[in-house]
Structures are given as C-alpha cells and as structure tokens.
C-alpha cells in the first residue's frame, strides 16, 4: 500500500478543492493499492499529526466548491525554525509525522510561504511535490497560480458594480483590490473593469499626477472616475524612504484602515472632490472557482500525480508557455513575481489613456 500525504496551506482560494480532486482522481487512477491522506489545517495537521484517510469519494462534487475540504491555516515560514509554545520543534515534528505514516511523498497546495516551507521539508529529506496556489499569482516559475483568475472574476464584478453608482452620483470611488505586495489582481480586474486609474506597488504613485488625471477627465467632461488601487500600493514619495523611515512616518500621521482610504481622503482634502472607498477584501477569495481555474486545477493535479508516478519529487508544477511543466522547488522558494513596469500589458493600459499615477 503507497500512502500519499495532502495538505492545503495559507491563505484559502476558489479552486483548492478543484486541485485536490485533480491531484486524488490521476492517483487513484495511476495505482491500485493507494491511501490519501489528509492533513487538517495545514502544516499545522503535519505537525501535531491531526490527520484522516481520505475516502476516494470525497473528491467527488468539489470541482466546483471552493474553500478547502481539508482546511487551512497560515504557519509563518519564518517562525518555522522557533518552537511551539510548548517547546516543540516543529520541523521534526513534521518529519516525525511524516515517517510514522510511512509516507512516499507529501502534496502541498500553497503560495508563497508555503512554498518555503515545502523546499524545507524537501532539504530534510521528505519527497515533495507542490502545487501554485494564490489569488496573487506572484509565485515565481509559473505564469499563472490557482485562483487568480476565481478573484479576479470577483474583483472586476465589484469594479462594474461600483461602476453603476459612480456614474449616478458623480463621485471618484477607490476600489481596494487584495494582491499583497504585487499589483496582479488589480492590473488585471483594474482593466476588465474598466478603471480609469490603476495604482500598484510595482509602479509607486504621485499623488499630483492622480489628481491631474481626475481632473483631466473632469474637463473631458466625465462625471466621474474609478481608481482600483492594489493593498500594496506605495507613493513614490514613501517608496524613497527607509523601512525604518516609513514606520515613522506612519507612526507620526494619521492612521488610515488602509491604502484606499488614504488616499481617498488626500483627493478629498486637495480637490474637495466627494470620494468614496470599497473594499471588496476577502469576497476576493470566497465563492466557487470560475471555470478556467476549474480547467488549470485538474491540469496541474494530473501533472502532480505524474510527478508521483515518475518519482520526480522536489517539483512544483507550473504553467508555462500554456504547458504544465515541473520546476524544481530549490529554484521556486523564496522567490516573487511581480510586475515588471515596462511588460506588455501595461503599456497596452497606458495605450487606451489608463493612468497609473507614475508619469
Ligand atoms: O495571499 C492571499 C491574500 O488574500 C492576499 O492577497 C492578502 O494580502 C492576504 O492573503 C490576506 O491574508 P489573511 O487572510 O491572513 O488576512
């Protein structure tokens, strides 16, 4: 009997369950006499082994639920080499668990953080294959991560609901689009949605050149105005400082709940102009997965179970060029990608008068 471990880590996305049915129905398929089994909560269920045998019918019905059937939790990559609170390792704990179950291999669906982790267990000696999960997709070796394209669907229904009422009251309105530190999800739902002003991290903002382009649209006769701006976004102003400098700086001002409404209040404070600020925050994670991700999930779950099959472990599967490939994890870990300023699509933006607050 070959046992196979599973577990879904860090933050939740649409298409987890879509993954594991892909990743469970190849498997089931490739090997007669195979058992899954399921980590509860994450690394956490590895390492306090809180863990079930999964039932092969389980996978069946999810393709299309999202969240995960086998939870999730976040379990900080770099607090991964400090004890628990009651002094346990949890590095060995996760190797304990691992060899007690007899495992050939450990499948972990994760982003970034967990990536890292599993590049750890990898360098202890465990067999790992991995799969690119986040709503951010800015897992680096892949063109496209699980789930971005389920959020990005929800991101741009909230731009084109905002759209309705902007247009009815007259008012510039700040959509807040999740991403982390990339600005993928909002360049993306910024454009599908039609926003006038898209403002990511990868490209930091002058606050005079925003307000120059709502004024610009003002005189060209538009009533109103819609800027998605990404959690992660940055003045250039700020983006000059130090890290040290920027949390006194913050430390010292007024303490807005997040980027949107700061800026919403400087345009406000400048130009008089009535603002209002969205913030579909974690909407952009929930619900059922769109169908591309649905397609991609059962790709890269087949590709995965592959990997097993081959014994190719140490892997993430990727896209690549719309090819799964396999990249190794010792190349992957640790590693962010974001928008480069000058690709294609944000010159395309730029095109068609889409400003981003830079030039
Ligand atoms: O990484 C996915 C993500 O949704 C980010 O876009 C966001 O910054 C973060 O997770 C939110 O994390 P949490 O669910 O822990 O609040």
Known sequence: MMRIGMLTSGGDCQSLNATMRGV?????????????????????????????????????????KGGTILGTSRQPFKLMRTPDADGLDKVEAMKHTYRKLKLECLVVLGGNGSQKTANL?????????SLPKTIDNDLWGTDMTFGFQSAMNVATNAIDCIHTTAASHGRVFIVEVMGHKVGWLTLHAGIAGGADIIL??????????????????????????????????????????????????????????????????????????????????????????????????????????ML???????????????????MPLAEVA????????????????????ISFGDE
């Open 24 to 64: 469970a129905k190849a498997l089931y398929r490739m090997f007669e006499d195979i058992e899954i089994i399921g980590f509860e909560d994450g690394y956490k269920g590895l390492i306090y082994t809180v863990y079930r045998i999964m039932r092969p019918e389980e996978f069946s019905g999810i393709l299309t």
């Open 121 to 129: 267990l990898r360098e202890e000696g465990l067999n790992v294959v």
């Open 200 to 305: 990511l991290p990868e490209l930091p903002y002058d606050l005079d050149i925003v307000i120059e382009a709502l004024k610009a649209r003002t005189r060209n006769g538009k009533k109103f105005s819609i800027i998605a701006v990404a959690e992660g976004a940055i003045s250039k102003e700020n983006a000059a400082l130090s890290k040290k400098e920027l949390k006194e700086k913050k430390k010292s001002g007024v303490v807005y709940p997040s980027i949107a409404y700061e800026i919403g209040a400087m345009i406000t404070e400048r130009t008089g102009q009535e603002v209002r600020v969205t913030v579909p925050g974690h909407m952009q994670r929930g619900g059922d997965p769109c169908p591309y991700d649905r397609v991609l999930s059962t790709r890269l779950g087949a590709e995965a179970a």
């Open 308 to 326: 097993i099959k081959n014994k190719e472990f140490g892997n993430m599967v990727a896209v690549q060029n719309n090819d799964i490939v396999s």
């Open 334 to 353: 640790g590693k962010l990608k974001t928008v480069d300023p000058q690709c294609s699509i944000v010159k395309e933006a730029k095109m068609i008068g």
